[in-house]
Nanobody, 115 residues
Framework: QVQLVESGGGLVQAGGSLRLSCAAP????????MGWYRQAPGKQRELVAG???????NYADSVKGRFTISRDLAKNTVYLEMNSLKPEDTAVYYC?????????WGQGTQVTVSS
């Protein structure tokens, strides 16, 4: 069974930075897309950033210029570098990986940005 392992969340002051990681050691077939989503209390889960198998990226307008998604396919790992964090970035962040084996979600990691 494939399990995604997320790490890197925490509490940070506004203007600070965090780096999230999501590893998928159980995926043995090619990965199609990798992405990060977030869900704030009382809100729907939303796409934050995505990256395709050929390296194309896309970002939510609210994080463009501040967040960067990257991946290490040799390690089946996707990262989210978050800079200039704002209180409105506070949410549980989830990674999602799509491969020939299926669609998998991480367990979520809390990011809290204090003002």
């Amino acid at each position: 069974q494939v399990q995604l392992v997320e790490s890197g969340g925490g509490l940070v002051q506004a203007g600070g930075s965090l780096r999230l990681s999501c590893a998928a050691p159980g995926i043995i077939f090619s990965i199609n897309t990798m992405g990060w989503y977030r869900q704030a209390p009382g809100k729907q889960r939303e796409l934050v950033a995505g990256i395709t198998s050929d390296g194309r990226t896309n970002y939510a307008d609210s994080v463009k210029g501040r967040f960067t998604i990257s991946r290490d396919l040799a390690k089946n790992t996707v990262y989210l570098e978050m800079n200039s964090l704002k209180p409105e970035d506070t949410a549980v962040y989830y990674c999602k990986i799509a491969s020939r084996q299926g669609l998998f979600w991480g367990q979520g990691t809390q990011v809290t940005v204090s003002s």
